[in-house]
């Protein structure tokens, strides 16, 4: 007699064992791809709010990007409390992965960049003010790396479950404040006005930080790890730049330089957050090496 669930269990009669029929058919007792997965639940959340065409590309693309920023915050998370004890070498995965799915990020925008304005204006209206700029998901990225902004924490101070954790981030050391940490602790002179920073606030370009990378950049045997992590810092901010261009252009070309449904200039505001520098001596290095 078979055991349930080997082979011999799935289709008896089907000489091929690389038979599509050797595949598992009943899943009355058995947890299903789509049960794995709440598919149900997945395209119930689905729900355009007009008969627009391509309303359903436009909730596709957002759905999915959450889901990758979701996957962004908790890798982002992850590799800090590796870094915040002293551990460079697995950090260094995650953060790839944090990268690869930026490029996901940036490429749902060529997607939905196959919307034209005709189609946009068909259902813009019908949502309101609700808009990318109040994703708690895309907030919390940025507080992480350590675009530091208190003020863009209050479309969420309606929903404490959201803003209490941005809230705890901002109080927090960011990615680079972590990594800034690790370099003093290397013996590399950083002064405690740099290490005691108000956390709250933006990261400024400072001389002695500077200093500190010139010496890893300049010495990378020796400071092996922290160049590796360096660079792997700056993927990310690339990503982030590439992504946040590719929202402004995609923003241009769909609305031109209307108002955006949240209530933001639009482009303007998008070409104004280009200017944003999340780790600004991994960029002068390269300029006085």
């Keep these: 007699m078979s055991r349930p669930g080997s082979p011999e269990s799935r289709h008896p009669d089907s000489p091929d064992r690389d038979s599509p029929e050797q595949a598992y058919q009943d899943f009355t007792r058995r947890l299903s791809y789509g049960d794995y997965l709440h598919l149900d639940e997945l395209r119930a959340a689905h729900q355009p709010v007009t008969a627009a065409h391509d309303e359903h590309l436009f909730i596709a693309v957002h759905h999915v990007s959450e889901v990758w920023l979701g996957l962004i915050i908790r890798e982002l998370q992850a590799a800090m409390t590796l870094l915040?004890?002293?551990?460079?070498?697995?950090?260094?995965?995650?953060?790839?992965?944090?990268?690869?799915?930026?490029?996901?990020l940036?490429?749902?925008?060529?997607?939905?960049k196959t919307m034209t304005p005709a189609d946009y204006l068909q259902f813009r209206s019908a949502f309101g003010a609700a808009s990318g700029f109040q994703s708690a998901g895309y907030r919390m990225?940025?507080?992480?790396?350590?675009?530091?902004?208190?003020?863009?924490?209050?479309?969420?101070?309606?929903r404490p479950d959201l803003h209490d954790p941005l809230q705890d981030a901002?109080?927090?050391?960011?990615?680079?404040?972590?990594?800034?940490?690790?370099?003093?602790?290397?013996?590399?002179?950083?002064?405690?006005?740099?290490?005691?920073?108000?956390?709250?606030?933006?990261?400024?370009l400072d001389e002695a930080v500077l200093e500190a990378w010139l010496t890893v950049y300049r010495d990378p045997e020796?400071?092996?790890?922290?160049?590796?992590?360096?660079?792997?810092?700056?993927d990310v901010e690339d990503n982030f730049r590439r992504w946040r261009f590719n929202h402004l252009t995609t923003?241009?070309?769909?609305?031109g330089f209307k108002t955006g449904s949240?209530?933001?200039?639009?482009?303007?505001?998008?070409?104004?957050?280009l200017e944003v520098v999340l780790f600004p001596e991994l960029w002068a290095v390269r300029t006085r090496l």
Excluded: C, F
Aim: proline share 6%; glycine share 8%.
């Design 84 to 104: 915040e004890g002293g551990v460079t070498d697995t950090p260094l995965k995650m953060l790839s992965r944090v990268v690869r799915a930026q490029e996901q």
């Design 106 to 112: 940036t490429n749902a925008w060529e997607v939905l």
């Design 141 to 158: 990225v940025e507080v992480l790396l350590g675009n530091r902004n208190p003020a863009l924490l209050r479309p969420h101070e309606h």
């Design 170 to 204: 901002l109080r927090a050391p960011s990615v680079y404040d972590l990594t800034l940490r690790l370099l003093a602790a290397r013996g590399l002179p950083l002064p405690r006005a740099v290490l005691e920073r108000d956390l709250a606030q933006p990261t400024r």
């Design 222 to 234: 020796q400071y092996w790890d922290l160049y590796e992590l360096a660079e792997k810092l700056l």
């Design 251 to 255: 923003v241009e070309r769909t609305i």
């Design 262 to 273: 949240g209530g933001t200039s639009g482009a303007g505001y998008l070409r104004r957050a």
